[in-house]
């Protein structure tokens, strides 16, 4: 009759708390060490933006995003242009090539900008929008290019978990690149979700 198999022993737990320290150590390191700056890799995201690329690329659109400041930050921009009321929302050409709607302010109170710009030159529009709630505040917008079409969509960011916004209703500056536009006549719209605004912009 064979000997009985001897019950194994288990490791002593300084050697456990060893191995775990050799492979802890060098890993924190070299992640710290090389990790690449910026936000962390977001598939979803990653993936959205890229088929949204293609997508308005396949449309013609070409898209520039928009940096905000508050009016306090310089001189309120040249006024003038003839403000008009426009359908509510993103132009359904555009709509049907982006990959999700976009947020946009609830509605668009007050609108300046001037009627003309030298194509060379920054180009600032300012406007009163309402928040579409108080969890979002405004963060840019990017602006859609399309023949003689230039739709300004704005861009939300979260306010954060423990802000809301102070008020509901923002006022921000919003300006496009000098050489964003080409000589021409435009028709400029910024989007809203109960009414978006437009007036025409001659670029020389």
């Known amino acids: 009759m064979s000997a009985a198999p001897k019950e194994r022993q288990p490791w002593p737990m300084k050697w456990i708390v060893l191995a775990i320290l050799l492979t802890v150590v060098p890993y924190t390191y070299i992640t710290l060490r090389y990790r ?35 009016p306090a930050d310089g001189p309120s921009p040249r006024g003038g242009a003839a403000i008009l009321p426009d359908v509510a929302g993103v132009p359904a050409d555009l709509k049907s090539t982006l ?18 710009t030298p194509a060379s030159s920054p180009y600032a529009i300012e406007l009163t929008c309402v928040l579409p709630d108080d969890q979002h505040q405004l963060a840019g917008a990017e602006l859609f290019l399309r023949g003689d079409r230039a739709v300004v969509v704005p861009t939300f960011e979260p306010a954060g978990s423990s802000l809301v916004a102070r008020s509901r209703e923002t006022v921000v500056r919003l300006t496009f690149p000098a050489g964003a536009l080409k000589p021409g006549r435009y028709m400029v719209t910024v989007c809203g979700e109960r009414g978006s605004r437009s007036w025409p912009l001659d670029v020389r």
Request: glycine content about 4%; charged content about 25%; overall charge positive.
């Open 36 to 70: 690449k700056p910026g936000p962390a890799f977001q598939p979803y995201e990653d993936m959205k933006n890229r088929a949204n690329v293609v997508r308005l690329l396949a449309a013609g659109y070409q898209r520039i995003p928009l940096p905000a400041t508050r």
């Open 99 to 116: 990959v999700e709607p976009p947020l946009l302010p609830a509605e668009i109170t007050r609108l300046s900008a001037a009627p003309d």
